[in-house]
């Protein structure tokens, strides 16, 4: 039995195509072990989102081919669409599949082992064509509906790494979401490049998750990141559904809007607001995350001093925080005024600060309420480990030692350590 090890960078999406990688490899009958172990194939899911991705990529790929002499290296990814040929002269590397032909890895590898010489690009490219997950490295699972962009954000490589704006017919995804719920899943994450466009026949994004709501089983699902434009104006109301997780990633980048015309975002920061009021005033403790640019060329002070009020305002309990990074064939890369690397870091430290202070006083804010909280680990000393509906990390003592389950847990005091957590109380013995 060939052994297969797997190391994915960037994105929920390529998380999700490395699961969905996982159960086919061991579908095929590969014996699929620990990256940090000896394989005979290593299939490394690279990130080629900003200059520090493609560095984090090279040097994954260079670690693996060490660690596995004499093993095949498959590198696939946005880095094998954006750089194919610096990737396709490394030596190191047996295989270059772009992301249109991610899915015919097992295929390629089965080849390979036969001794045929195949080139990837002789396999049908799809990029639907992945197995419901069965096998995963993580507790919830994503359930991959879009892919491509059409937006053309003048700082973002992907629309030209993943093509074009495509949605996944929704009778498949609906069966996808029923067999992993099957196979046993509690948490399901809707996640691709934009969502936010989804659009199968009469179906949008709306209609489509009160499809996916509407299956039986005891699961919940999650949206991953969207941007704030694509969806209408009653969008908040989905989430009044029992099964739908309170939480958004909501992708700001800029609290300026010079600097979102100069993205060439689709919204204004009033906009923007707009739609987080609309979903708190039904939903007041609902929890919004987001991902903020800093250093965008043209980004004045006064630019960003809108960005630091608007990351107060909008209280993200959360703030990815990005360091504008020029990308080769970006429009943002032929922009004038380009920010010092210097400001940059200063920028990046004062966003990170204040995104820490949203998230310890988020929590406080729900100190004395309770929430679903999935058990993902217990550790030794029996305390469980999981998030609640709301994106919270809690942990509490476990009564009886399962792991994937829903358990009904008040929240009673934040912990304020590195990685903040709430310690909560299991209440779903309790009258
Ligand atoms: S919406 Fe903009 S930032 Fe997002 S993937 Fe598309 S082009 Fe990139």
Not at 254 to 262: A, E, N, P, T, V
Request: net charge neutral.
């Amino acid at each position: 039995m060939k052994k297969v090890s797997f190391k994915t960078l960037g994105c929920r999406l390529n998380q999700y195509e490395t699961d969905a990688l996982v159960t086919q490899f061991h579908q095929a009958g590969y014996q699929v072990v620990d990256y940090s172990k000896h394989a005979d194939i290593t299939v490394i899911n690279t990130c080629t989102v900003t200059n520090q991705s493609d560095q984090k990529s090279r040097n994954t790929i260079n670690h693996a081919a060490r660690k596995n002499a004499g093993g095949i290296v498959v590198v696939t990814g946005c880095m094998a669409n954006n750089h194919k040929e610096q990737l396709e002269a490394n030596e190191l590397i047996t295989y270059v599949v772009d992301n249109e032909h991610k899915s015919s890895i097992v295929s390629l590898v089965d080849a390979h082992f036969k001794g045929e010489v195949v080139h990837p690009q002789s396999f049908p490219g799809d990029v639907f064509g992945f197995e419901a997950v069965d096998q995963s490295l993580h507790t919830r699972t994503s359930i991959k509906v879009q892919d491509g962009c059409d937006n053309f954000c003048t700082y973002c490589i992907v629309p030209s790494v993943r093509g074009r704006a495509v949605s996944r017919p929704l009778e498949e995804v609906l069966e996808n979401i029923r067999r992993v719920v099957d196979n046993g899943f509690k948490e399901i994450v809707i996640t691709g490049v934009n969502i936010g466009r989804y659009e199968y026949g009469q179906y949008n994004l709306e209609r489509s998750i009160e499809k996916m709501a509407e299956l039986p089983g005891d699961f919940r699902i999650r949206i991953s990141s969207m941007e704030p434009d694509g969806f209408g104006p009653d969008f908040h109301k989905v989430f009044q559904h029992p099964k739908m997780a309170p939480h958004l990633h909501l992708c700001s980048q800029s609290g300026s809007d010079k600097i979102l015309k100069l993205m060439r975002r689709m919204y204004t920061t009033s906009s923007f607001m707009e739609i987080l009021n609309t979903f708190r005033k039904h939903s007041p403790d609902f929890n919004f995350t987001t991902d903020i640019i800093v250093g965008f060329p043209g980004e004045s002070k006064e630019d960003f001093a809108e960005t630091v009020r608007i990351a107060r305002e909008a209280h993200f309990s959360h703030i990815h925080t990005f360091r504008y990074s020029r990308r080769k064939g970006t429009r943002a890369d032929r922009l004038e005024d380009q920010v010092a690397e210097k400001i940059k870091s200063e920028r990046s430290e004062v966003i990170r600060k204040i995104s820490e202070e949203n998230r310890i006083r988020y929590m406080q804010s729900m100190i004395g309420k309770e929430q679903q909280v999935l058990i993902e680990k217990l550790d030794r000393k029996g305390t469980a480990h999981g998030y609640g509906e709301h994106y919270l990390p809690v942990q509490f003592p476990s009564s009886d030692g399962t792991r994937n389950i829903f358990r009904k847990v008040k929240l009673k005091k934040v912990e304020t350590s590195e990685t903040p957590f709430i310690h909560g109380l299991d209440q779903s013995f309790s009258p």
